[in-house]
């Protein structure tokens, strides 16, 4: 059996009030798509990957999923979910047996609620995660803000993402429907007759839709860590001169064991330290002969890895460079490119 994953991240999260599209926005050193990402990518029963974006962010997708492994794909969203997903779907290939799809907006998504998902999927057809209400429910009514009714607490479950679906089932489900406007996939099976299976859903998966949701978010990822890093080389003749990856054209280089990389040791420094993991001189010895002529890239992706091992992960970087001559302008951007691949992070974070 095969399964496909359809991300959903085309919208903008005007209700949020951000000048990004909220499904960018910082929690705790990933984006909020990074971190629904990250709890697919890692989960070995799906397959295929599919991220629906704004039209245009498309061309961005891999930067903005900040460094995931699976094969992904990116589809561009629609003027309605279902439009949206539907482009996601479109992406996936002919060998996906279940789809789940799953909102940008609920970063908390565990494995074993997409475990769940996928086993009623595959032997019900459709299934959506839910969680039972715990407060008395009442029927509004909106335009005068009166109770019409109040509802038996027990029959009103409050519906997740991700929900599976057979692929038949959900491609038959958007022909039946052509045109019908519905607030999520569930919707549309129960529309074309097909029974969901309701799976215990998880308290801790919320959707993040207001600045109050957000601040709850980042307060479960704690206080954002900062940490500084410098590094100082004496300059000789016969060395390159090295920076972010980008070997400059000089006549003089760093001395050092290493490649005298200043700006990702300072950064390699920086990482380490905000993590409480010591520093490049623990993990990366100046008298280790394995270190020898070592690029300074390759070192700061070994931070960024002893880094994430404990739990954190970049969510920004800023570095200044003291050198009289070359100029570094020409350079810069190229510098900036190397620097945010192996951070896992867009320009200009």
């Not at 990004?20 to 629904?36: C, E, F, H, V, Y």
């Not at 954002?224 to 890093?229: A, L, S």
């Amino acid at each position: 059996m095969s399964v496909g994953v359809v991300i959903v991240a085309g919208g903008r999260g005007a209700r949020l009030g951000a000048d990004l599209p909220k499904q960018l926005l910082d929690l705790g050193g990933r984006s909020m798509l990074q971190r629904a990402v990250d709890a697919f990518d890692a989960h070995p029963r799906v397959h295929e990957f599919v991220v629906v974006l704004p039209e245009d962010l498309v061309a961005r997708g891999r930067e903005l999923i900040g460094g995931a492994a699976g094969p992904w794909r990116f589809a561009a969203g629609g003027a309605r979910r279902q439009d949206s997903v539907q482009n996601g779907l479109q992406a996936l290939s002919s060998k996906v047996d279940v789809v789940l799809v799953h909102d940008a907006a609920r970063p908390f998504v565990s494995a074993a609620l997409i475990d769940r998902v996928i086993d009623a999927a595959a032997k019900d057809g459709a299934a959506v995660p839910a969680v039972r209400a715990v407060d008395t429910v009442k029927h509004v009514e909106t335009s005068s803000m009166t109770v019409k009714a109040t509802l038996p607490r027990d029959a009103v479950w409050l519906a997740q993402t991700p929900q599976g679906f057979q692929r038949v089932v959900l491609d038959r489900a958007y022909v039946k429907n052509a045109g019908a406007d519905v607030t999520d996939e569930s919707m549309l099976a129960e529309r074309a007759g097909v029974p969901v299976t309701v799976v215990p859903g998880d308290p801790d998966n919320i959707k993040i839709t207001t600045p109050e949701d957000l601040a709850r978010a980042r307060g479960i990822f704690g206080t954002p860590r900062v940490g500084g890093g410098y590094d100082l080389h004496r300059m000789v003749t016969g060395r390159p001169l090295v920076l972010a990856g980008v070997t400059l054209p000089f006549d003089k280089g760093p001395e050092g064991h290493s490649d005298g990389d200043v700006l990702c040791h300072a950064l390699t420094d920086a990482l380490l330290g905000a993590a409480a993991s010591g520093d490049i001189g623990r993990h990366f010895s100046n008298t280790d002969p394995k270190w020898k002529n070592a690029p300074g890239l390759d070192l700061l992706g070994r931070a960024v890895a002893i880094v994430r091992a404990a739990g954190f992960a970049p969510a920004s970087a800023d570095v200044t460079v003291i050198l009289e001559q070359p100029k570094l302008a020409p350079h810069v951007e190229a510098m900036r490119k190397n620097v945010a691949a192996v951070l896992g992070l867009p320009i200009g974070a």
